[in-house]
């Protein structure tokens, strides 16, 4: 994605859990062209808005919205969502009470989230230099949009910034273990990581499922630079959560492997 475009990365990249059959994937390195994530994901926006707006097409609409917003506070004074992409996240939030401002740095992007919802106001910033007074929330969301920007530690330093004391961000990104490995092919597959766990890495899972195609543009990260991020912040963690996929959104047996390792990891910290 880029420095602050999304809910774009909602879906699973290479590791969803859909039927095998309609779906292929293949993760390559990022194109020599492409110096940012941010970039990437400018020029796939209308991949992204197709690909999230169809019914039931991703994990988002089947379990993974309804275990994310499970993590969230009640609605206060305002709510930040980084990241916001076409924005259903946002609608979403809006129909549960939250008074919500959605940020993202694809102006397409924005425009989408605009046109679905007139009543939810949209900026267009990178989730690095939001253009808000400090202070100025008492939630904000980052809801699988971290691993999708170019320079972490700024993110993670402007969402505190912006969060009143006692605010809380909660975040969804792809689990560090997802983005370092892959599940093999064929009955009872095992899952492996190629290469270093350890190092950062850009990579593109590019994903291809009943008629539609969406390139995934992201860093993997070990867990630890995650931690380091948001500590350097002054964000307290106060849970976390490692979501297995349930039962009723399994649309294969095949699909019973990300019930063994978890496709995401969410966090609720609290700015003291």
């Not at 940020?103 to 910033?125: E, F, G, K, N, Y």
């Not at 969804?172 to 370092?180: D, F, K, R, T």
């Not at 899972?205 to 948001?230: C, K, W």
Request: proline letters at 7%.
């Amino acid at each position: 994605m880029n420095t602050s475009s999304s809910s774009e990365s909602s879906d699973v990249h290479a590791s969803d859990d859909a039927d095998v059959a309609a779906t292929t994937s293949l993760r390559r390195p990022m194109p020599a062209d492409v110096d940012t994530l941010r970039e990437m994901w400018r020029r796939n926006a209308a991949e992204w808005i197709a690909w999230a707006r169809a019914p039931m097409h991703d994990s988002y609409w089947r379990f993974h919205r309804d275990q994310f917003l499970s993590l969230l506070p009640s609605a206060g004074a305002l709510t930040l969502d980084i990241g916001a992409g076409e924005g259903r996240l946002s609608r979403d939030l809006a129909r549960l009470g939250h008074r919500v401002v959605a940020i993202d740095a694809s102006p397409t992007l924005a425009a989408a989230a605009r046109d679905a919802d007139h009543a939810t106001p949209v900026v267009v910033a990178d989730a690095a230099n939001l253009p808000l007074r400090d202070g100025v929330a008492d939630l904000a969301v980052a809801f699988m949009s971290l691993q999708d920007v170019d320079d972490l530690p700024a993110a993670a330093h402007e969402a505190a910034r912006v969060l009143t004391p006692g605010g809380r961000l909660c975040v969804a990104i792809v689990h560090p273990l997802n983005s370092a490995g892959q599940f093999e092919t064929g009955p009872d597959p095992r899952f492996v990581i190629d290469g270093a766990y350890l190092e950062q890495r850009a990579y593109v899972d590019e994903v291809r499922r009943n008629g539609l195609t969406m390139r995934f543009a992201s860093i993997h990260r070990p867990l630890e630079q995650y931690i380091a991020a948001f500590g350097d912040a002054g964000l307290l963690i106060e849970r976390l959560r490692e979501p297995a996929v349930p039962d009723h959104a399994l649309r294969s047996p095949e699909r019973r492997q990300w019930q063994r390792l978890p496709l995401f990891l969410h966090l609720r910290m609290l700015k003291p």
